[in-house]
C-alpha cells in the first residue's frame, strides 16, 4: 500500500507541474469596432484577478532568482524584494500581460491582421488597483465572399517564334557590345543624342538632369512622365541645337505639388552618337562563352520562348484577376498602398527577372509602373487578398524546395552564384515577397487548370517605340537604405 500511495504522490505532482507548464487564460474583456477600410480598434481589458495571479508568478519566480546582499539566493523576504525590485517587477508584469493577453487575443478572435498591433509600450502601465486596460488600432485583411474561380474563359495569347524574331533579337543583343561614335551630321532615328535637359514650370525650373545619353524613339518615358514625339522633336538636330516640348506630369508622380502639372522641357544638344554593331566573330563568340553562332541563336531562340510564356502567363492572369476582382469593390486604407508602392514595384521586376528580360525592357516596364504607381498597387494588393484567399481554400503552400529551385533560376539567367542571389534577396526583403509570388502563382495555376482557353495571336511587343531613362521629371525624394539595394539589384 506505501508503494501505491508513493506512486500515487507521484503522479500527482507530475500532473500540478503538467498544468502548470500551461498558462491559465486571462480573464479578458474584448471590443472590437470598425474605423476605416480594413481597419480595426480594439479594447481590452484584463481582469484584476488575472493581474494578481500573473503577478504572484512573476514575484515567486523573481524571488527564487533575486541577489540581496544579506541574504541567500531563494530566502529573501517577498516584502523586500517588491519594494527592492518594483520597477523591473512592473516591467515584466506588464510584458507578460500584454504578450499572453494578445496571443489570447488571437485566439478567440478571427481579426485576421496584416501587421503587428502598434503599441507604445512607455505609456502603458499596469494599475496597482482595479482593472487593466488598453488599446489599440489595427490593419486587417479585408472581408469579402470569395468569388467562384473555376470555369473562366480566358483568352491566350499564341506565338511562334520564327527566324526573323531571332534576328531581331540577337541584332538588339549585339548591340549591347557596340561602339558609339561621334557624327557631325543631323541625327537621325536610332542615334544617340547627349542632352542637359531642364524642366520648368510656370517659369521656374523644377528639376535639371545633366549629359542624359538617349536613344532617338518615338516616346522617351521618365519615372513620373512621357514625352510623346521624341524622334520628331531630335531628328535633324545637331550639338549645339536646342529643342523644347511640352508634356505633363503623371497625376501619381512622388512630388504630390507637381502631379498632373504641365511642363516645359527645355533640351540642349551635346552630342550625336552612331552605334556600329558587333559582328559574331569567333573571338567574340570566344569572349561570351559561346563556339558557333547557331548556339548563340539557339540561347537567343530559348530566351523569346521564354518570354512568351511570360506574357502568356501575364495576360492569362490579368484576365483572371480580372475576373475575380471584378465584385471586389471594397476599399483600402490609403497608409497600406503607400507602403506597398515599392514592394509591388518589386515584385513586378523580380516577376521580369526571372522571365529573362533585359535591363532595358525592365527600366521601361519600371518608369511605366512609376506613373501609376498607385492605381497599381491598389490592384495589387486586392489580388492579392484574393489569391491568398484562393490558395488558402486549396491548401497550397510554398516549400523550401520552391523557393530554392526559383532562386537557382535566378542565378542561372544572372550568372551568379545561388548563394549569393539568395542572400541579396533576403537582405532587400525580397525573399518574403518571392514566396507570395509563388502562393499567388499556385492559386493562378489552380484556376488556369480548370478554365477553358480560346488562342489569340500575341499582340506585337510595343517596346521597340519606348526609350526610358532613370531619371524624372520633378526631384526624386530619398530612397531608403533597402530600397536603394533592391533597386541595384533589379540593375545587376
Known sequence: MADDQTTDDQTTVVADENEQSEPQKLKLNVEVSTIGPCRKHVRVTVARESLDDIEAEVSDRFAGEAQVPGFRVGHVPMALIRKRFRKELNEQVKQRVLMQSLEQLAEENSLD??????????AIDIPEDGDFEYEFDIEVRPEFSLPDYKGLKIERPVKEIGDDDVDAHLAKYLEQFGQMTPVEEPARAGDF?????????????????????IRIRPTLRFADGELTGFDKLMVGAKAGDSREAKLKVSIEADSVPLRGADITAKLNVLDVKRLETRELTDDFLARIGMNSEEEVRKLVRSSLERQVK??????????????ITESADWELPEELVQRQVQNAMRREILEMQQAGFGSEEILARRNELQQKSLTMTRRNLKEHFVLDRIAEAENLAVSQDDLNSEIVLMAVQSGENPRRVRSRLQKSGMIENLEAQ??????????????????????????????????????MPEASESEAESDAGAED
Do not use: W
Not at 113 to 122: G, M
Not at 315 to 323: A, E, F, I, T, W
Open 113 to 122: 491582421p496584416i501587421n503587428e498591433p502598434r503599441l507604445d509600450l512607455d
Open 193 to 213: 543624342v547627349t542632352l542637359d535637359i531642364q524642366f520648368e514650370h510656370d517659369g521656374e525650373v523644377v528639376n535639371s538632369l545633366r549629359e542624359q545619353t
Open 310 to 323: 511570360y506574357t502568356q502567363r501575364q495576360s492569362c492572369r490579368s484576365q483572371v484577376l480580372g475576373q
Open 438 to 475: 509563388i502562393r499567388e502563382r499556385k492559386a493562378v495555376d489552380v484556376i488556369l487548370e480548370h478554365a477553358t482557353f480560346k488562342d489569340v495571336p500575341m499582340p506585337a511587343p510595343a517596346g521597340e517605340d519606348v526609350v526610358s531613362v532613370q531619371a524624372s521629371i520633378c526631384p
